[in-house]
């Protein structure tokens, strides 16, 4: 990866950012069914205007645009010995980016934030495999989308404690993966759509002397959601899934303690996800009414760090909910919860020399539970579906580093 960034002050009030950046990726995967030799290669470059005529008044204008080069390929595997080339593909994508931003400061309590971005987005995907006489190559690009965005936030200062209220109205998309705008055969999937959604949210957020703290509550109305249908165990399509409505509230909670020397920052966050299927047909199979795969209703983290004259430590619990791993919600993970904890102390020897030495342990209940899963997985011959990767069991870790500070 590499990028370079300049600024530049036009005049007091006005000034610009210009980015140029790029990176490449290059990977070699022996898989059970094939290799997988795949390239990246991307540059890009961006540049924003920033006016502050005054205090209470900011406007932004940018706009961004890259182009990547995708070049992969696929082998017969003997037992992890490469073979014949099965396919060799190259896709282009490029996209460009506009936009604009404004931030009005009403009074020293209310402030208002206004959006827009346009997008397009284009494909161009190359077969260069002409052993089997078949040409997957075309073009395909997208119609360009309109994002606005809309935000107030009220905002109370009252004895060095700080509390905000806002709101949120915007509209955003998100553009499928280059293995979404492809089919099973390598070809351009000609169907694919964005996934496009109207977001609204409501929170509040605050700080005091000795806690923080974030809640926000929101309701997304998507359509076209791009889904995975499984096809073979190592194939799957893209498609949209009709509409969806994710409702959800999410919070987080923080203290600030200290006593004798010691510091303490207990932490919470939890995440409530409601999300549905509204309507979504796939061939002749209904799901309308169903929960979202691969979305855990309930999720929670907390734990508690501590510090005390260069010993410092801390420990976190995780409790993840039983999720739908299929459409039709015929099978659920198990839900799980992990238990990790750190221990380690840090010190300066003289003015130069320091060390430092900790050691952990991860899963401390070692528990057996899946770190990812294969939605709407499909069985090869008379194998199962694998829907789960088992996540590591209880492991250790350390380390001493030796300071050096001139």
């Known amino acids: 990866m590499v990028g370079v960034t300049a600024e530049f002050t036009i005049k007091p009030s006005l000034k610009n950012t210009s980015s140029l950046f790029g990176n490449y990726y290059l990977s070699y995967e022996s898989r059970p069914f094939n290799i997988l030799v795949d390239t990246s290669q991307l540059s890009g470059a ?5 006016w502050n005529p005054n205090t209470k008044f900011q406007i932004k204008l940018g706009s961004e645009a890259f182009v990547e080069n995708y070049h992969w390929q696929t082998y017969v595997t003997n037992n992890g010995i490469q073979g014949n080339l099965l396919s060799n593909n190259q896709e282009n994508r490029s996209q460009v980016n506009v936009f604009a931003q404004s931030i009005l400061q009403l009074s020293s309590h209310w402030s208002f934030q206004a959006g827009l971005s346009y997008n397009y987005t284009r494909y161009r995907l190359e077969d260069q495999f002409l052993q089997d ?45 280059l293995e979404e705008t492809l089919t099973p055969s390598g070809a351009i999937n000609p169907d694919i ?10 929170g509040t957020s605050g700080n005091t002397k000795y806690f923080t703290w974030r809640l926000a509550v929101y309701t997304m109305r998507i359509r076209d959601l791009l889904v995975a249908r499984r096809t ?12 969806t409505t994710h409702n959800g509230l999410e919070l987080e909670l923080k203290a600030n303690l200290s006593w004798k020397n010691s510091t303490f920052q207990p932490f919470v966050s939890y995440t409530y996800s409601d999300y549905v299927f509204n309507d979504f047909q796939d061939g002749n199979n209904d799901y309308s009414g169903n929960a979202l795969t691969g979305t855990p209703p309930h999720l929670l983290t907390s734990g508690l760090i501590w510090a005390w004259k260069g010993i410092y430590g801390n420990i976190n619990y ?9 459409d039709d919600n015929s099978l659920y993970s198990e839900a799980y919860d992990l238990l990790n904890a750190r221990l380690g102390y840090s010190t300066f ?3 130069h020399w320091g060390i430092e030495i900790f050691a952990g342990v991860n899963n401390i209940w070692n528990e057996k539970y899946s770190s990812m899963l294969l939605i709407n997985a499909n069985s090869t011959g008379a194998a199962q579906p694998r829907y789960y990767y088992p996540g590591l069991p209880i492991n250790y870790y350390g380390s001493l580093k030796v300071l050096y500070r001139w």
Not at 46 to 50: A, D, S
Not at 232 to 242: M, P
């Open 133 to 177: 006489s078949v040409d997957r190559s075309g073009d395909y690009s997208f119609e360009p989308i309109l994002s606005p965005y809309l935000s107030t936030t009220y905002t109370l200062h009252h004895r060095n404690n700080t509390y905000k209220w806002y709101g949120i109205w915007s509209y955003g998309f998100s553009s499928p993966t």
């Open 318 to 326: 995780q409790f993840v909910d039983a999720m739908p791993i299929r």
């Open 349 to 351: 020897i003289n003015k």
């Open 193 to 202: 759509q964005p996934e496009r959604g109207w977001n609204y949210e409501l």
């Open 232 to 243: 073979d165990f190592d194939q799957f399509i893209g498609i949209n899934a009709g509409k």
């Open 46 to 50: 961006r540049t924003t205007f920033e």
